[in-house]
C-alpha cells in the first residue's frame, strides 16, 4: 500500500521569507502522479502544484516549485517570497495510474507572520 | 459552474442514527472519492469510484457504505453512526488517469452524540 508522510506538522516563517515543505511517500509503482493542495480557513481544497513521476523537470506555478527526487521517494514544496494568504493546512498527494486512488499526508499547518 | 456540490453541509446525529451524504459533480468525471478529515490525521479514503458501477474501499471503510448512483452521483451511508464518525467528510472527483486535479465539495461537518 502507498504511504505518504509529512514529517513538520507545523511552521511558521516570516512574510516574504522562503519555506519548504516536507513530503516523502513510499510505493513500489514507477508511473504516478504527486500533488500538493492547499486547505485555507475556509476548508476548501486547492490545487497548488502537480508532478508526473515521468518527468524529471520539477514543476513551476509562479512562486511555488517542488524539488521531485523519485530514487528518494521525495517530493517537496517551496514557496518563495511568502504571503500572509499562503497561511493554510499544506496537503501532499500521491496517485497511482492504474487506479486513480488518491492517498494523502497528514499535512502541514503552515503560518505566515507579518 | 458548480464543479463538486455535498449536502448537507453541517449535521448532527445520535448515536445509531443513519444518514446518507450526498455528492454530486458536473464535470463528466469518471473517478469519485469520499474522505474524512480529522485533527492530525489528514484526509483519509473511505471509498472511491473509479467508473460509473464500480466502488473500491478506501483507507478507512468500516461503518460506511456507499453507491454509485450514476456518473454524477457518489452517495455515503452511515447505517448507525458513532461517535468516532464525527469528522469533516469530502466528496472528490477527478478525470481518469490524474490529468487534472480533484476537485473537491464545500465539505460535511457531521457531529454524533
Known amino acids: 500500500a502507498q504511504t505518504v508522510t509529512q514529517s513538520q506538522p507545523e511552521m511558521s516563517v516570516q512574510e516574504a521569507e522562503t519555506v519548504t515543505l516536507s513530503c516523502t511517500y513510499d510505493?513500489?509503482?514507477?508511473?504516478?502522479?504527486l500533488f500538493w493542495y492547499k486547505q485555507p480557513p475556509s476548508r476548501q481544497m486547492i490545487l497548488v502544484i502537480r508532478q508526473e513521476a515521468y518527468k524529471q523537470q520539477n514543476a513551476t506555478e509562479n512562486r511555488f516549485s517542488v524539488n521531485f527526487q523519485k530514487a528518494a521517494k521525495s517530493f517537496s514544496l517551496k514557496i518563495s517570497d511568502s504571503q500572509l494568504g499562503d497561511t493554510a493546512m499544506y496537503f501532499c498527494?500521491?496517485?497511482?495510474?492504474?487506479?486513480?486512488?488518491?492517498?494523502f499526508g497528514k499535512g502541514t499547518r503552515l503560518h505566515i507572520l507579518p | 459552474n458548480a464543479g463538486v456540490t455535498q449536502t448537507p453541509k453541517f449535521q448532527v446525529l445520535k448515536t445509531g442514527q443513519s444518514m446518507t451524504l450526498q455528492c454530486a459533480q458536473d464535470m463528466n468525471h469518471n473517478s469519485m472519492y469520499w474522505y474524512r478529515q480529522d485533527p492530525g490525521m489528514g484526509l483519509r479514503l473511505i471509498y472511491y469510484s473509479a467508473s460509473e458501477g464500480t466502488t473500491d474501499k478506501g483507507e478507512v471503510p468500516n461503518g460506511y457504505n456507499v453507491s454509485r448512483l450514476n456518473k454524477r452521483e457518489f452517495s455515503l451511508r452511515l447505517e448507525s453512526a458513532a461517535p468516532s464518525q464525527t469528522s469533516v467528510y469530502f466528496c472528490?472527483?477527478?478525470?481518469?488517469?490524474?490529468?487534472?486535479?480533484?476537485?473537491f465539495g464545500q465539505g460535511t461537518r457531521l457531529t454524533v452524540v
Open positions: 472528490a472527483s477527478s478525470a481518469t488517469g490524474g490529468s487534472t486535479e480533484a476537485f
Open positions: 510505493t513500489s509503482e514507477n508511473n504516478y502522479y
Open positions: 498527494a500521491f496517485m497511482k495510474w492504474v487506479d486513480d486512488k488518491i492517498i
